[in-house]
C-alpha cells in the first residue's frame, strides 16, 4: 500500500465542483478508472495496490459495483457544473485490471458510456500482466471496445524479474502479445531499468526482446527506490546494491539508441512510439495538464484546475459509495506560481517542447545557457520552443530548475 495521501482542502459529501470554476466544454475529457488488486506486492511498487490479505472488508467480487456508483456520482456532478462532454480517452490502470473478470471490466467501461458518454474514435487502454491475458480475454475486451493493451514486461531477464518480486513468466510476454494481435488490439509494453544488479547487457537483453515482440509503443522507466518499500529497505539493510546514477544514463542512452534504430521516436522522455498514431492519447492528457476523472479508491482527478482525490482503502471507497457519498477525501487548487512550475516540468517532457514566450522572464534568459550546455536543441529554440536534446532528457530536472527559477 502507498504513503498517505496529500493535505488538502475538505472536498464535499456530495462531490460537487465550485461555482466559479470556468470549464471549458471543448476541453478533451479522460476517463481513469483505477484497479487496485495484484496477486503479489512488487518490493519496488508504492501504488495504491491491494492483494488478497490487504482488502479488510473489500473484495474483488464487488468491486465494479463500486465503480458504477461512482460513474453515476460523476455523471450528476459533470452536468451540474456544465462540465460534461463524452471521454476521448479511458484509462484501466492498478494493480492489475485483468485480475477482475472481462464482464467487469466491460460493465463499468458501459456505465462511463451510457452515463458520461465516450467519443465512437475514442482510445481506450487496459493495463496487463502478463500471465493474466489469453485470447479469450483479448477477445472480450477487444469485443467491448477496448482499443489498447498495455503489457507489464518490465525485464526478460528472469533474476532481474526476482528481484523487482514480478511474478510472471517472461515467456507469457510473447503470448499476451499474441493473443492481443490476434484481438486486433494496439500493443504498448513497460520496461524499467535499473534495478539493482541488472547489468548494461541484461537492460540490451530486454530491449531486445521487447523489439521482437513488435509491439506499437514502448515505455521505460529508470527504477526509482520509493520510502517504506521492501525494496528500499533490503537496500538499507545492504541486501542489494542501490541504482547507479551512471548506469542508469547508459541504459537511456542505450535505450534510445536501439529503439530508433527499431523505428521507434521518443514523444515524451521516457516514451517512444512508431509514429504519432501509437503515442498514448491518454497520458498526452496528463501532460498537456487536461481534464479527467479518476475513479477508484486513491484516484486523482483534474478538472479546469481543480484536483481532488478520493480515499485510499477500497474498503472506505466502497462505504463511502454506499451511503450516497462522494469518495473524495479532499481537493485543492495550485496558485498560480505551482501551476506554472507543473506546467513547465511536464510539457518541457514532451518531444514538441514548450515555447519560450509562456516562461517565466528568468526561464526564458536560461534558455540560452541551456542552449551552450547542450540541454537544448539550438534550432528549435530559434523557432521559440525548448526543446530536450538527449543530454537534456538525462538532465531534465535541472532544466526545469533552470526554467522556473
Not at 503489457?151 to 518480486?165: H, Y
Not at 517542447?353 to 539550438?378: C, E, H, K, M, S
Request: with cysteine; aromatic share 6%.
Amino acid at each position: 500500500m502507498a504513503g498517505a495521501l496529500p493535505p488538502g482542502d475538505p472536498a464535499p459529501h456530495d462531490g460537487h465542483l465550485p461555482h466559479d470554476l470556468l470549464v471549458d466544454p471543448s476541453h478533451p475529457l479522460g476517463v481513469y478508472i483505477h484497479v487496485p488488486f495484484c496477486r503479489v506486492r512488487c518490493g519496488y511498487c508504492d501504488f495504491n495496490t491491494y492483494t488478497a490479505t490487504e482488502l479488510r472488508g473489500a473484495g474483488r467480487d464487488t468491486y465494479a459495483d463500486d465503480v458504477v456508483a461512482e460513474v453515476e456520482l460523476a455523471a450528476e456532478v459533470l452536468g451540474r457544473a456544465a462540465a460534461a462532454r463524452p471521454a476521448a480517452t479511458v484509462f484501466f490502470g492498478g494493480g492489475t485490471p485483468t485480475l477482475l473478470p472481462p464482464g467487469d471490466l466491460v460493465r463499468m467501461l458501459d456505465r462511463v458510456r451510457e452515463r458520461i458518454g465516450v467519443h465512437a474514435d475514442a482510445e481506450i487502454t487496459v493495463e496487463a500482466n502478463p500471465d493474466t491475458v489469453n485470447v479469450e480475454v483479448a477477445g472480450a475486451l477487444a469485443a467491448a471496445g477496448v482499443t489498447r493493451l498495455s503489457i507489464g514486461m518490465q525485464s526478460a531477464v528472469p533474476r532481474v524479474l526476482g528481484t523487482l518480486d514480478r511474478t510472471h513468466d517472461p515467456a507469457n510476454v510473447g503470448t499476451a502479445v499474441a493473443a492481443a494481435r490476434a484481438a486486433g488490439l494496439g500493443v504498448s509494453v513497460d520496461l524499467i531499468y535499473g534495478t539493482p544488479g541488472e547489468t548494461l547487457d541484461d537492460w540490451r537483453l530486454s530491449l531486445d526482446s521487447a523489439v521482437a515482440l513488435e509491439p506499437d509503443h514502448v515505455s521505460a522507466y529508470a527504477l526509482i527506490i520509493e520510502d517504506g518499500t521492501q525494496l528500499a529497505r533490503r537496500i538499507r539493510r545492504g541486501e542489494l546494491p542501490a541504482p547507479e546514477d551512471d548506469l542508469q544514463a547508459d541504459m537511456y542512452e542505450l535505450a534510445d539508441g536501439l529503439l530508433g534504430d527499431a523505428g521507434f521516436e521518443w514523444y515524451e522522455v521516457s516514451n517512444w512510439s512508431r509514429g504519432d498514431a501509437h503515442r498514448s492519447r491518454h497520458n498526452r492528457g496528463y501532460w498537456a495538464g487536461g481534464d479527467w476523472w479518476g475513479f477508484g479508491p486513491g484516484a486523482h482527478s483534474h478538472v479546469a484546475g481543480l484536483r481532488w482525490w478520493n480515499v485510499k482503502h477500497p474498503a472506505a471507497y466502497a462505504q463511502r459509495l454506499a451511503g450516497g457519498r462522494s469518495p473524495a477525501a479532499a481537493r485543492e487548487r495550485p496558485d498560480e506560481d505551482a501551476a506554472d512550475l507543473e506546467r513547465v516540468l511536464l510539457t518541457s517532457r514532451l518531444r514538441e517542447g514548450i515555447a519560450v514566450d509562456t516562461l517565466p522572464p528568468g526561464g526564458r534568459t536560461a534558455v540560452a545557457g541551456l542552449i551552450a550546455d547542450g540541454l537544448v536543441v539550438a534550432a528549435d529554440a530559434l523557432r521559440g520552443r525548448v526543446v530536450l536534446t538527449l543530454r537534456g532528457r538525462l538532465l531534465a530536472d535541472a532544466v526545469v530548475r533552470a526554467l522556473v527559477p
